[in-house]
């Protein structure tokens, strides 16, 4: 018994140490997730030159220029502060000064309201690239740690210095940040420095992307895997890693197969704005599902859904409703079952949509856009504001999600081109003060420099928007039938085929001349069996 009990004794040991050995990848995944980043090695709260008092924001970027003397110079070199982008592959000029959209149009003589997105202060022509001063670049936007600091919307580019009421009639006062404090509590940049603006493109919270809104500031596990607060807890940076302030990824060229692999310092592009820079070109223990990786991106099937955290996204915006008024003559709100905006008398008709199915198109990251100059193909409808490029068959394509904006906008009939809309601004021009269509598309003309022939309507066009955010967790992803089945998610596009899905006539003929010629040989085999047998039988009987 002593033996036995010696035995057991050993037994219970070791599965007591192999249980904690299994428990060792979780209990340092635990760390890994809850773990601080690294501390800073400067404590800004000590420098002399942020003591203050600063009377505007450009005083602060000046003494922040004070220790870090190259920061502006780097600032100004990239297409957040340019707003320019030459396309190496199509040749166009691109950037938010130059490409007109299917949401508010361009910001060509909207500059105060559309400039308040700039990291920089005070531009208010775009006829002119942003101001020249050293100080005018906004370090606090970037790096403000307290949530205090706020660009005020109206004021290109400015935090506001007094008291002013935002939202426009709501009663509410933004009060001005206090710039000594903001000063001294700078780091790095984190979700909700670069959601101040990425999240509110387009005029509110989620309009644009689809897969960028407010809920990513505090987003749960099951809302992205990467950027959980109680999981890895990324920022933005983390993936879209700079060099000398030119911030990785770019929907105007992107990395829409990264054959790199994972990011490998001195091997290769030291970027991260990808997918395989992390989990490489074969991310599955299952090779049947590596074998995927060729053809689809990794978003297709690891973000099944956009505007999943309870922000709607805007899906369809019709300008040619704008203007009309109640019966008293004041500017209509109006909204839908869901409570969302449906109708406003400055912008028109909406529809929103939450938790939304991408969809797809062969994607090689080159993305072409119509330029206010161009003359439209009026024969083609929608009109295409940009356009994706790929194919199935030129080896740099994989199938990726989309959000597809839709709506109405301006063009001139005559000339056949886009029309850029003057709609902000106190002048009787503007759209958002008289509501008169003529005047706000003569005004635009004239700055964006095309010619108006006065004559105009509205023309349906269509937006894509890469789905690359909102990345579902592992067992939320698209399982086969999503894909390979009749309803497939992907019906319709061309170059792929997929058992379940799709059909062949000439492989559907030999697949079924291939049973028929199996069930005849089978009928043949029967019969020679049963023929050779009675002969022997007979055979037998002689």
Not at 115 to 131: A, N
Not at 424 to 429: M, T
Request: with cysteine; hydrophobic share 35%; aromatic share 8%.
């Amino acid at each position: 018994m002593e033996g036995l009990s010696q035995l057991l004794s050993q037994r219970r040991a070791v599965a007591i140490l192999l249980f904690s050995l299994l428990l060792l990848p979780l209990l340092s995944s635990e760390a890994l997730a809850s773990a601080e980043r690294a501390p800073t090695t400067a404590d800004h709260t000590k420098f002399e030159a942020l003591k203050g008092p600063f009377n505007s924001a450009p005083e602060v970027t000046a003494a922040c220029l004070t220790c870090h003397t190259e920061a502006g110079e780097q600032v100004r070199a990239t297409t957040h502060w340019t707003w320019l982008y030459d396309h190496p592959e199509t040749g166009q000029q691109l950037g938010k000064s130059k490409v007109i959209n299917s949401f508010c149009g361009m910001v060509v003589t909207n500059e105060a309201r559309c400039t308040s997105c700039h990291v920089g202060y005070g531009w208010e022509d775009m006829s002119q690239p942003p101001p020249a001063a050293k100080n005018a670049v906004d370090c606090l936007v970037c790096h403000d740690t307290t949530g205090e600091y706020w660009k005020f919307p109206t004021l290109a580019g400015f935090p506001t210095d007094i008291p002013r009421e935002w939202p426009k009639g709501s009663g509410t006062l933004v009060l001005p940040p206090d710039l000594v404090k903001v000063a001294r509590n700078v780091g790095a940049s984190d979700r909700e420095n670069c959601g101040s603006c990425h999240f509110y493109g387009g005029g509110a919270d989620g309009v644009k992307h689809g897969d960028l809104d407010s809920s990513l500031v505090d987003p749960s596990h099951e809302l992205d895997v990467h950027m959980a607060s109680d999981g890895l807890d990324f920022s933005c940076s983390d993936c879209h890693t700079s060099w000398g302030h030119n911030v990785a990824g770019s929907r105007y060229q992107v990395n829409a197969k990264d054959t790199l692999g994972i990011d490998v310092p001195g091997h290769t592009d030291l970027g991260r704005a990808s997918c395989e820079s992390c989990h490489g070109s074969e991310p599955h223990p299952q090779a049947k599902l590596n074998d995927h990786v060729e053809k689809l991106a990794c978003q297709t099937c690891h973000i099944p859904a956009f505007a999943r955290g309870g922000v709607a996204t805007k899906m369809w915006w019709d300008w040619s409703t704008a203007g009309k008024l109640d019966e008293d003559g004041q500017p209509m709100a109006l909204k839908d079952e869901n409570g969302h905006v449906s109708y406003l008398s400055e912008k028109g008709n909406f529809r929103h949509g939450e938790n939304v199915t991408p969809e797809y198109a062969w994607f090689n990251g080159t993305v072409e856009y119509t330029l206010i100059d161009a003359k439209l193909d009026l024969t083609q409808s929608p009109v295409h504001i940009n356009r994706v490029e790929g194919s199935p068959g030129d080896g740099d394509s994989r199938i990726w999600p989309f959000k597809v904006m839709r709506g109405k906008q301006p063009y001139d009939t005559v000339y056949e081109t886009l029309l850029a809309t003057h709609v902000f601004g106190k002048d009787d021009s503007s759209l958002w003060s008289n509501y008169d269509w003529p005047k706000a598309l003569k005004t635009g003309s004239e700055w964006s420099g095309i010619p108006f022939s006065g004559e105009y309507d509205f023309i349906e066009t269509t937006m894509h928007w890469p789905i690359t955010h909102m990345v579902a967790p592992a067992d939320q992803a698209l399982d086969c039938a999503a894909c390979h089945s009749a309803n497939s998610r992907l019906a319709g596009l061309p170059g792929i085929y997929m058992p379940g899905h799709s059909s062949n006539p000439w492989l559907n003929r030999i697949g079924w001349l291939a049973v028929l010629l199996t069930l005849l040989g089978v009928a043949l085999h029967g019969l020679a069996r049963r023929f050779f047998r009675r002969r022997r039988e007979h055979t037998k009987e002689r």
